[in-house]
């Protein structure tokens, strides 16, 4: 059964495409952010990367743990309060577009990755186009 206001509201679809991609946002980097947090080791390794000693277990903490948990801080506030749906929405494209932009360089400098980074490509160019068509669609509204 469908809910007449949800049929009536130009906005439902733009609507529900933001809910849906501010909770996968947030689930996505909440996930890697608490791997990073736990098991940094683990977390690095499977990326390629090693962190054995302290300070490479710090940074791996930092920036695999601490740096996607605020990521998907602000993406569930942005799920929850209105007044934030618009920035969390502008993080999604700048932070997703950035890692896009990263992993494209690389394929040029460095060659072509194993097929996970392939696909974690993929999902970041999917993410900020999403992300950036979202934020036009709200801005034509107002």
């Given at each position: 059964?469908?809910?007449?206001?949800?049929?009536?509201?130009?906005?439902?679809?733009?609507?529900?495409?933001?809910?849906?991609?501010?909770?996968?946002?947030?689930i996505?980097?909440?996930?890697?952010?608490?791997?990073?947090?736990?098991?940094?080791?683990?977390?690095?390794?499977?990326?390629?990367?090693?962190?054995?000693?302290?300070?490479?277990?710090?940074?791996?903490?930092?920036?695999?743990?601490?740096?996607?948990l605020?990521?998907?801080?602000?993406?569930?506030?942005?799920?929850?309060?209105?007044?934030?749906?618009?920035?969390?929405?502008?993080?999604?494209?700048?932070?997703?577009?950035?890692?896009?932009?990263?992993?494209?360089?690389?394929?040029?400098?460095?060659?072509?990755?194993?097929?996970?980074?392939?696909?974690?490509?993929?999902?970041?160019?999917a993410?900020?186009?999403?992300?950036?068509?979202?934020?036009?669609?709200?801005?034509?509204r107002?």
């Amino acid at each position: 059964m469908t809910r007449p206001d949800v049929e009536a509201s130009p906005n439902a679809l733009p609507d529900i495409l933001i809910r849906v991609y501010l909770t996968l946002a947030t689930i996505a980097f909440a996930a890697l952010g608490l791997k990073g947090i736990i098991v940094p080791g683990p977390a690095v390794s499977a990326v390629g990367l090693h962190a054995e000693a302290v300070t490479g277990l710090n940074e791996a903490r930092a920036t695999y743990g601490g740096l996607h948990l605020a990521f998907a801080a602000v993406f569930a506030l942005g799920l929850h309060r209105s007044a934030v749906r618009i920035p969390a929405l502008c993080l999604g494209a700048v932070v997703c577009g950035g890692l896009a932009f990263g992993r494209v360089v690389s394929l040029f400098a460095d060659g072509w990755p194993n097929t996970t980074m392939l696909g974690w490509l993929t999902l970041e160019i999917a993410a900020t186009l999403i992300a950036a068509w979202s934020l036009r669609k709200i801005s034509r509204r107002g």
